[in-house]
C-alpha cells in the first residue's frame, strides 16, 4: 500500500486500485473525507437505532394479538348467547306446534 494524502473537506477521493481478490478491503471512491466520514457516522447512527428499536415491533405485534384475541373472546361470547337465543325460540316453537 501506498501512503496518501490526508483529504480536506471538499476534495475528492483518488479512485481506489482495483481489488484482488473478492474479500479483500475496498476503499471509496468519488466522495471526500468529510462526507464519508458523515456517511459512517449515519450509518452508525441507523444500525443503532434498527437494533434497539426491534421492542416496538414486539409490543406492536403483542398489542395486535391482544386485540384478536379479545375480539375472538367477543365473537365467542355472543355466539353462546346466540345460541342459547335459538335455543330458546326452538322450544317456544316447540310449545306452540304441540
Known amino acids: 500500500m501506498h501512503a496518501q494524502e490526508p483529504l480536506t473537506p471538499g476534495t475528492k477521493a483518488p479512485p481506489a486500485p482495483p481489488p484482488s481478490n ?17 456517511k459512517r457516522e ?20 403483542g398489542l395486535i394479538w391482544a386485540i384478536f384475541a379479545v375480539y375472538g373472546a367477543i365473537l365467542w ?6 345460541g342459547r337465543d335459538v ?11 304441540r
Open 42 to 61: 449515519y450509518e452508525a447512527e441507523v444500525e443503532q437505532k434498527v437494533a434497539t428499536d426491534h421492542v416496538h415491533v414486539i409490543w406492536a405485534y
Open 22 to 38: 473478492d474479500d479483500e478491503w475496498v476503499a471509496v471512491e468519488g466522495l471526500d473525507a468529510h462526507t464519508v466520514k458523515l
Open 77 to 82: 361470547k355472543r355466539s353462546l348467547s346466540l
Open 87 to 97: 335455543d330458546a325460540l326452538r322450544s317456544q316453537i316447540d310449545k306452540r306446534v
